[in-house]
T-cell receptor
């Protein structure tokens, strides 16, 4: 169990640029989640995959955000035309498909939009 | 929508003493799961303890225990014999049995005083 890994750890970009983050979940976990966390707040749900299928998206996820999980393995989260309000920590988590299975989080990607 | 409330933005405790962190939640569901997560500074979020709503017995994990009051929709975390390594943000989380989303509170920042 190598844990959930996220890349990069930090990303600084200029407003209007596109960014892409990667998440590698725990290998036997078929559920993968993306959360956003701003300073002083708890994680906010963005989207969720069961294997390769994106089953749920939050209303927080505007059209500029897109997530994929090809082949049900790693996932990418892309933000197009970044805005300063996108600055946050983006957390990836994975879990088993068992009702009481907890989330296992990665270290997150901290995005700063200048 | 489900909401999770942590009314204590900050708490402090003397090393070796006991502290209790509060959490309340709002739900109309009868079957759900509750979690406490710990997020040390600049480190990943990790699971501390979890509770199934159908279980009357309070969960315990070493120095960590919960006081689950289902009727009151309260789920507090008790940390006994506090250690310096317990200093972190603590998040309470809720997930209904039939749902996929985890809902998080805004967190409590715990300081341990040597």
């Amino acid at each position: 169990d190598t844990g959930v890994s996220q890349d990069p750890r930090h990303k600084i970009t200029k407003r209007g640029q596109n960014v892409t983050f990667r998440c590698d979940p725990i290998s036997e976990h078929n559920r993968l989640y993306w959360y956003r966390q701003t300073l002083g707040q708890g994680p906010e749900f963005l989207t969720y995959f069961q294997n390769e299928a994106q089953l749920e998206k939050s209303r927080l996820l505007s059209d500029r955000f897109s997530a994929e999980r090809p082949k049900g393995s790693f996932s990418t989260l892309e933000i197009q035309r970044t805005e300063q309000g996108d600055s946050a920590m983006y957390l990836c988590a994975s879990s088993l498909s068992i009702y009481n299975s907890p989330l296992h989080f990665g270290n997150g990607t901290r995005l700063t939009v200048t | 929508a489900q909401t999770v409330t942590q009314s204590q933005p900050e708490m402090s405790v003397q090393e070796a003493e006991t502290v209790t962190l509060s959490c309340t939640y709002d739900t109309s569901e009868s079957d759900y799961y509750l979690f406490w997560y710990k997020q040390p500074p600049s480190r990943q979020m990790i699971l501390v303890i979890r509770q199934e709503a159908y279980k009357q017995q309070n969960a315990t994990e070493n120095r960590f225990s919960v006081n689950f009051q289902k009727a009151a929709k309260s789920f507090s975390l008790k940390i006994s014999d506090s250690q310096l390594g317990d200093a972190a943000m603590y998040f309470c989380a809720y997930r209904r049995r039939s749902g996929n989303q985890f809902y998080f509170g805004t967190g409590t920042s715990l300081t341990v005083i040597p």
